[in-house]
């Protein structure tokens, strides 16, 4: 089928693969994917090009392709931006993610037409001023991920200036760094649907509260605190945005939020190294919509009880709880829960009671748990074995 897809896309100019089998003398199409790694020597029709992709190193960019608008470029081997990219005046799109760039040059502000920036996992460290030029900026993704799932840090924000708050076709950022009064000043990117923000102090719940009640379009929603001591403290949001449906939150928290029962749009929830004393369960069980829960040493408690809700959840994580000894589900509790992943919990030694009742789960997946835990389903002794004999997969790692 791919095959066939690529001929017709060659045929009527549509794109084209270029994979270095074959010399390319010429390029018709308007769209162009590169899945060599050998060196791109000179080609007619350039000048078509609206859409250049790389799917594997680069060592050139062709010359000539000023129309430009797509330029893909992520997991290239380049250290720098090269040069002739700052003269695209028409690009719309431009993808770094997983170069070696060490820095945008101050000339990315002629790409006084770029919608679109992606230099995440690299080794950019702050944001030029002159990102504040670009009127039409609409998509900026600059965080770094952690690939640990068990450290605290599980992302990088990335420095920006304060003249980021003047880009007011902004939608989507992820993941700055609050430094200064930054937060303060986001209040005015009313427009976003999308925010990520790390290095949040405890002391700037009132501004992080204030900026985040004015952003009403808000569909995704990260904050994470300086270090694994400091709390988060978000009480001072009386009202969330209402439309909300993905929310990440890493810090220590001292108490559920009142407001978490009323997000009623939410979808995906991750909380993360929160640390909670009391039970977040009985807060969020009745969210009509949620279908993913990921919990990361969110809970301090031995115990974890699922005793009603959680209508439409497909997907729980229970991770890295050092002291949780038992899991207790309910009967009508997650009916439509698929898949259950369970990983960092050493005292927890036997299956949760009451997995049987999950008719609908589909794969059981058990990373870095205790021993006893293990030979409890690998003895095949009869009371774990009947609980999760109903279960078409089950990993253990």
Known sequence: MRDLAVLI??????????????????????????????????????????????????????????????????????????????????????????????????????????????ISD??????????????????????????????????????????????????????????????????????????????VKAADEMDLCDSIQGMTRLRRLLIMVTNEEETLRMDALSSPPCNLQSLVLVGKLEKVPQWFSSLEKLTFLYLHWSRLEEDVLSQ????????????????????????????????LTIRNFPELNEIIIRKSVMPKVQSLYIADCMELETVPTGIEYLENLQELILESVSTQLKNRINLGERMDFEKVQHIPKIYMR
């Open 9 to 118: 896309s060659r045929r009527e100019n549509f794109g084209v693969v270029h994979n270095g089998v074959e010399e390319m003398a010429e390029c018709k199409a308007r769209r162009i994917s590169i899945h060599t790694n050998k060196e791109l020597r000179s080609f007619s029709g350039v000048s078509k090009l609206r859409s250049f992709l790389v799917f594997n190193k680069l060592k050139t960019l062709p010359s000539g392709i000023k129309m430009l608008r797509v330029l893909d470029l992520a997991n290239a081997e380049i250290v720098e931006l090269p040069n002739e990219v700052v003269n695209l005046f028409n690009l719309r799109y431009l993808n770094l993610k997983g170069t070696s760039v060490k820095e945008l040059p101050k000339s990315i502000s002629r790409l006084l037409n770029l919608q679109s920036l992606d």
């Open 122 to 199: 690299t080794k950019i460290e702050a944001l030029p001023r002159e990102i504040g030029k670009l009127k039409n900026l609409q998509y900026l993704i600059v965080h770094s991920h952690n690939r640990n799932s068990n450290d605290f840090r599980i992302v990088k924000g990335m420095r920006v200036p304060s003249k980021i708050c003047r880009l007011t076709n902004l939608q989507s950022v992820s993941v700055i760094e609050a430094r200064n009064d930054l937060i303060r000043q986001i209040r005015s990117i009313t427009q976003l649907t999308s925010l990520g923000i790390s290095n």
């Open 284 to 315: 969020i069980a009745a969210l009509p919509n949620l279908a993913r829960l990921s919990l990361n040493n969110a809970y301090s408690g031995k115990q974890m009880v699922f005793r009603t809700g959680f209508p439409k959840l497909t997907s």
